[in-house]
């Protein structure tokens, strides 16, 4: 059982980063396009985010399980597992803005859209220490 529980939380490591990695280069690409074609590659950003959500959301859900059926709960685990959980709680709650942000966006709030260009990193960022935290603490 625990090996189905890894494997699903690999697959909501890459529904979670894959789709954050593409939107910052489309949103690169989108950068040095005319107006009509940017829209285009602009209106993958919300699509991307709700996949990387359903990712994280497996993240939570499979991780929770694992630590306590192949670890025996939290009390268990090494202090590196405490960072890693700092950049997934981190990961999360950018991901909650990112999404804000777009319900913004579509409101009508153009200039919310400046705030993809520091969120988009940033969990990137999160994720890639979520994920080094992670291989440190479980080896």
Do not use: C, D
Not at 2 to 12: D, I, S
Not at 46 to 64: C, E, K, Q
């Amino acid at each position: 059982m625990n090996e189905t529980l890894l494997f699903l939380h690999f697959v909501g490591l890459l529904l979670g980063a894959g789709p954050g990695a593409a939107q910052t280069l489309i949103m690169r690409r989108a950068a040095a396009l005319p107006a009509e074609q940017a829209q285009v590659l602009r209106a993958l950003g919300p699509m991307l985010a709700n996949v990387s959500a359903v990712g994280i959301a497996i993240l939570w859900i499979t991780g929770l399980i694992l630590v306590w059926s192949k670890y025996g709960g939290p009390g268990s685990l090494p202090a590196t597992f405490w960072w890693k959980m700092l950049f997934v709680a981190i990961l999360t709650l950018l991901a909650g803005f990112i999404h804000w942000t777009y319900a913004e966006v579509r409101r009508g709030n153009a200039a919310a859209a400046a705030r993809l260009a520091i969120a988009g990193p940033a969990s990137g960022i999160s994720a890639l220490l979520a994920v080094l935290f992670a291989v440190i603490a479980f080896n």
